[in-house]
T-cell receptor, first 113, second 113 residues
Framework: QQPVQSPQAVILREGEDAVINCSSS?????VHWYRQKHGEAPVFLMI?????EQKGHEKISASFNEKKQQSSLYLTASQLSYSGTYFC??????????????FGAGTRLTVKP | DGGITQSPKYLFRKEGQNVTLSCEQN?????MYWYRQDPGQGLRLIYY???????QKGDIAEGYSVSREKKESFPLTVTSAQKNPTAFYLC????????????FGPGTRLTVL
């Protein structure tokens, strides 16, 4: 089952903050976050791994609550370039990590001047 | 430059014809993935492969086939059995598993007339 993202859409003014949430029905090894601009390929933002390790973008932060099977992406002091659709992805494997990824439906973020 | 290439960018086919989408990577990644994206929707995994000559079905494999004869290449065939093939198809690669960043190609937009 795909992870569930909320909210579905957010509209911000430049400089405002936003939080995007991702929750799963199963235990997570990792949570991926990507941003996609219209008609383009998704671009990597961050991976959060079980155990607390993070790999990612300097200007974006995220949290990963393994017990609650949830992750949140924090966008602070938003810029116009932050506009796009944000996806979280999780591994569906039972046991060891695999390549069986599921992505949420996305959160559309619009930043206005 | 290292990266993932997909060709062609736009593809038109008549209903009932099989069509093969190309995906090549020179990142020396072991894992490769195919995703389908419909307008306003998230990414859905079609197939993934973690080693040459081996691949696994994803969430929506019916009507699709893949091969992995070389580490660099992971072509996707959309068969006539796929009931609604018009979509944006994205190929990705990663070092190994879901704990690694996925790098996406530019995508192929397939339209079946």
């Amino acid at each position: 089952q795909q992870p569930v993202q909320s909210p579905q859409a957010v509209i911000l003014r430049e400089g405002e903050d936003a939080v995007i949430n991702c929750s799963s029905s199963k235990a997570l090894y990792s949570v991926h976050w990507y941003r996609q601009k219209h008609g383009e390929a998704p671009v990597f933002l961050m991976i959060l791994l079980k155990g607390g390790e993070q790999k990612g973008h300097e200007k974006i932060s995220a949290s990963f609550n393994e017990k609650k099977q949830q992750s949140s992406l924090y966008l602070t002091a938003s810029q116009l370039s932050y506009s796009g659709t944000y996806f979280c992805g999780t591994d569906m494997a039972v046991g060891e990590p695999s390549g069986d990824m599921r992505f949420g439906a996305g959160t559309r973020l619009t930043v206005k001047p | 430059d290292g990266g993932i290439t997909q060709s062609p960018k736009y593809l038109f086919r008549k209903e009932g014809q099989n069509v093969t989408l190309s995906c090549e990577q020179n990142l020396n990644h072991d894992a490769m993935y195919w995703y389908r994206q419909d307008p306003g929707q998230g990414l859905r995994l079609i197939y993934y492969s973690q080693i040459v000559n081996d691949f696994q079905k994803g969430d929506i494999a019916e009507g699709y086939s893949v091969s992995r004869e070389k580490k660099e290449s992971f072509p996707l065939t959309v068969t006539s059995a796929q009931k609604n093939p018009t979509a944006f198809y994205l190929c990705a690669s990663s070092i190994w598993t879901s704990t690694d960043t996925q790098y996406f190609g530019p995508g192929t937009r397939l339209t079946v007339l």
